[in-house]
């Protein structure tokens, strides 16, 4: 089941605490923000079950991105193999970090 970066409003600060304590929703940051009109916010994570669960406790509840389509399309942009091999030209240097300075010289 897909998972998705949601943000919860309302304008009940109980309602807002009970996201962890009682519907035990992943939120980021463990803090929410407060706008001027008096309404509150949080960021989360949560599954199409856990949305549903919440619009029917009267959060309102914005679904952004598939979390996990998003990190499975970044991952496809990550290289392969070891980027630090050979990065100096010497095929024997195996430590990225060893520059053959010795201690003390700079």
Known sequence: MPRYRITIKSNDREAMLDLVRVHKISVYDHGSKQSPSG???VDATADTAEIRELRGAGYHVDRHEDVDKVGRARQREVGKGDRYRDRDGDPGD???GDDD???GED
């Open 94 to 96: 195996d430590d990225p």
């Open 39 to 41: 309404e509150y916010s």
């Open 101 to 103: 300075r010795r201690d």
